[in-house]
């Protein structure tokens, strides 16, 4: 069976640091086999790897790097993670749910709510405590969504499948 890709969001270098460290920080170092990361699909289907692989290819081509805004903390119950609001990103998601909606599972067929989880699968009272500590110093910050990355999931630390940047140049504001 082939193994099922996954795929995020990339990040700006300095944000994409900031995200890891702050993940290397707070998440149990035994269960931190990944980056941080914001998925945009957890489980997409990997005899599709080539298909997938052009439709992102084109995408990104006529794609700009786009502005996040990271704009709070969501309790997760045994975790924390960074709220993130990017019109963009939710339209290209949508974009791409479109296309592949016969392939997504009934998590990826959800709503979607933009995220990067640094603290997930603590006990429940140290989860608690984390967020209190990182909601006490929490500041809104901005970030930028720099392309699309693929990944294989063959049940440990993710596999790169490819890696699809934003190309393509921003439209003036008052679209001449």
């Known amino acids: 069976m082939t193994a099922p890709v996954i795929l995020t969001l990339g990040f700006d270098a300095a944000s994409f640091a900031f995200l890891d460290r702050m993940r290397r920080q707070h998440f149990p170092p035994?269960?931190?086999?990944?980056p941080a990361h914001l998925t945009l699909f957890h489980h997409l289907p990997g005899e599709q790897e080539n298909e997938i692989a052009a439709t992102l290819t084109g995408l990104a081509a006529r794609t700009a790097p786009f502005p996040l805004s990271v704009s709070g903390l969501r309790f997760l119950g045994r975790g924390t993670a960074y709220e993130i609001d990017a019109p963009a990103l939710?339209?290209?998601?949508?974009?791409?749910?479109s296309l592949w909606h016969e392939w997504l599972t009934p998590q990826d067929g959800q709503g979607f709510r933009p995220h990067v989880t640094i603290q997930n699968k603590?006990?429940?009272e140290a989860a608690k405590a984390g967020f209190a500590a990182l909601r006490a110093d929490f500041r809104p910050f901005t970030a930028t969504g720099t392309g699309l990355l693929l990944w294989r999931y063959r049940g440990g630390p993710w596999e790169a499948a490819g890696s699809f940047p934003f190309v393509a140049s921003r439209m003036p504001e008052d679209g001449s």
């Open 30 to 34: 035994e269960r931190n086999l990944i």
């Open 122 to 124: 603590v006990p429940a």
């Open 90 to 97: 939710v339209a290209l998601r949508k974009e791409l749910a």
